[in-house]
């Protein structure tokens, strides 16, 4: 089959790797990181543009990169060609393999800050995407240079609290990684934090099950065109609907 | 009166102090303690969360205006219930089990207690049985769930799910919030109302309680 990829970036060697072991001639295109810091419905229209470059009877289906990721792929509708998506939350639940495990860690592990190799190096020096996130990253020199010591201060403390209330960084290995950095910058990030640090195995056979064509129900859902994506809100996480 | 206009000012500005001064002078003056906070409070975050609606005002901006408004509580409360003002409504605002955000959850918080409620907030990563036992320890008549990851939504149905198998769902009206949060979800599992901005979420509130 020739297949069309539209991945997040965040997802890059992983997409990569999968790709250049498909029995399919699959083209790759990156979309930027933090779309879904812009929210769900603008992420969905970012999307769906990308869905809409795609020529007419080049591919026999679009595959996405992506879980339902905040809504941001709720909405997406299949134009001529049909898309693909693994039922998953995010890119988090396709690095650790399944859904299942995904929930089981996550409920396991509350207050757990994930990173992969595309979460260490995509995106630096980013471009504030949206509003939503404004201030969340600044330093306290900064916000004291906006808003005075006084509020600048306050500021800090209140939109960084929220790292006191995250206790883990969890690492997703997924053997890809070409030399230590990446697990040595997650450690020292978790060190800087205060919190605790953790290197779990991640499992790339649900990537490589989408870019291969076998796209069970269980674990993808196919738009035919015409059809939109839709949170399912339940354990399938995403259904179709016209 | 000019003390209120400077209070008003003040929140909208994200003045703390000078709310603080305002507020002082206002009581001194003999404004009503409910005065200050319906004729003023109220409307000046009312214009908060307007100016966040048109993306005048981000994050950074609701909060100073909110920590404006809870620096003006603090003298007034204390005075509102020595008078026996009865709150608009108590309500119990957590954000659900596994989720740790709350930044949105706090605004919100803010913006129901400048709006007249008396507020619980359980702060973040509440599960089921806190929601209960602080609806029921505090007399709430209105529970608000906020979430923002689609993996911790589902949280919001157990939680209401609980309230039903205790007996309690009758008791309360539940409301829900959060970026990933729709209208849709909402009805599916059983919200007595959803709102999608911190503004709204007071006014929906005030429908619910009412009602």
């Given at each position: 089959m020739r297949l069309k990829l539209i991945s997040c970036e965040v997802l890059f060697r992983e997409m990569c790797h999968a790709c250049a072991h498909s029995p399919h001639q699959v083209d790759l295109e990156f979309l930027p990181k933090g779309l879904h810091d812009l929210g769900g419905k603008p992420m969905a229209a970012k999307i769906q543009e990308a869905v809409d470059r795609t020529p007419e009877g080049a591919y026999e289906a679009i595959l996405l990169g992506y879980g339902l990721c905040g809504n941001g792929l709720d909405g997406l509708q299949a134009r001529h060609t049909p898309l693909v998506l693994p039922r998953a939350h995010d890119c988090i639940a396709l690095l650790m393999g399944s859904h299942e495990r995904y929930q089981a860690y996550f409920e396991s592990n509350p207050g757990t800050y994930y990173r992969s190799t595309g979460w260490l190096e995509?995106?630096?020096?980013?471009?504030?995407?949206?509003?939503?996130?404004?201030?969340?990253?600044?330093s306290l020199e900064a916000m004291i240079g906006k808003y005075g010591e006084d509020n600048g201060r306050y500021l800090f403390e209140e939109m960084t609290r929220y790292r006191a209330q995250y206790r883990k960084l969890t690492f997703i290995e997924t053997?890809?990684?070409?030399?230590g950095k990446f697990v040595a910058e997650a450690a020292g990030e978790a060190e800087e934090r205060g919190w605790s640090f953790e290197r779990l195995p991640g499992d790339l056979a649900w990537l490589g099950r989408l870019v291969d064509g076998q796209w069970t129900d269980a674990e993808f859902v196919v738009a035919a065109p015409g059809q939109r994506i839709a949170a399912s809100?339940?354990?399938?996480?995403v259904k179709v609907r016209t | 009166m000019p003390d209120l206009e400077k209070l008003h000012e003040a929140v909208i500005e994200g003045d703390w102090k000078a709310a603080v001064a305002a507020t002082h002078a206002a009581i001194a003056e003999g404004v009503p303690p409910l005065t200050i906070v319906t004729g003023c409070l109220v409307p000046a975050m009312d214009e908060v969360g307007r100016r966040f609606e048109c993306e005048e005002y981000f994050v950074p901006e609701m909060l100073l205006s909110a920590r404006a408004m809870k620096a003006s509580m603090a003298i007034v409360r204390p005075l509102l219930a020595a008078s026996g003002a009865e709150p608009v409504g108590r309500v119990v605002i957590g954000t659900v089990k596994g989720d740790l955000h709350d930044i949105g959850k706090n605004l919100v918080a803010s913006m129901l207690e400048g709006g007249g409620f008396e507020v619980i907030d359980l702060g973040a990563d509440v599960a089921p049985e806190r929601f209960i036992e602080a609806a029921t320890a505090r007399h709430a008549n209105l529970v608000a769930l906020s979430a923002l990851l689609t993996v911790t939504m589902p949280s919001m149905k157990t939680t209401i799910d609980a309230f039903q198998a205790a007996g309690l769902r009758e008791k309360v009206k539940i409301m829900v919030g959060g970026a990933p949060v729709t209208q849709q979800y909402a009805d599916a599992i059983g919200a007595d109302g959803y709102s999608d901005s911190a503004g709204s979420a007071v006014a929906l509130a005030r429908k619910l309680v009412a009602a």
């Open positions: 995509r995106g630096k020096g980013l471009q504030q995407l949206t509003h939503n996130t404004m201030g969340f990253d600044e053997g890809l990684e070409a030399d809100y339940d354990a399938r996480v | -």
